[in-house]
């Protein structure tokens, strides 16, 4: 009998700012005591029956209080298989945020703006990221 796997939908975002810097959140060890890569950007599973859009919206407001302004652009989809009984499809942006950090601590514990110069140099970074990170026909255009 072949195991039966469970899809899930996962969005993120990369946020920027007014200065051109890019957000990372710091993955509370609390909460994801085996997470390797701490740092990823902000975003989670959707919410079926709402727009990806609306999902992403949410989990920026929820993680961070800030507000995603304008419309956010895909830049990339992946497959995401460490668990063999979840298949997670994750879409990733890149938009714009407005407002203060209030950070949701139970998630995050911390979190940092930085240029895309700093962002390539970073240790314990979301393997997932780091792949977008290391992708040059997303950031040559």
């Known amino acids: 009998m072949e195991d039966k796997i ?8 990369l946020l920027m700012n007014r200065d051109g810097k890019y957000l ?3 993955r509370s ?5 085996e997470v390797e890569g701490r ?13 990806l859009i609306e999902n992403l919206r949410r989990e920026v407001q929820e993680e961070t209080g800030l507000e995603l302004v304008g419309d956010p652009k895909l ?19 890149v938009g ?3 407002g203060e950090i209030k950070l949701d601590t139970s ?23 780091k792949e977008l990170l290391n992708d040059k026909t997303l950031w040559d255009k």
């Open 24 to 26: 990372l959140l710091r």
């Open 39 to 51: 740092w990823d950007i902000v975003g989670g599973r959707i919410d079926p029956g709402k727009t």
């Open 75 to 93: 830049i990339a989809a992946q497959d995401i298989l460490r668990n063999k009984n979840y298949h997670v499809v994750r879409l990733t942006y």
């Open 107 to 129: 998630e995050n514990d911390m979190h940092q703006w930085y240029t895309r110069e700093e962002l390539i140099g970073l240790e314990d970074v979301s393997v997932y990221f």
């Open 6 to 13: 469970t899809l899930q939908v996962g969005v993120k975002v």
């Open 96 to 98: 714009e945020s407005n």
């Open 29 to 33: 060890l609390e909460k994801y005591p």
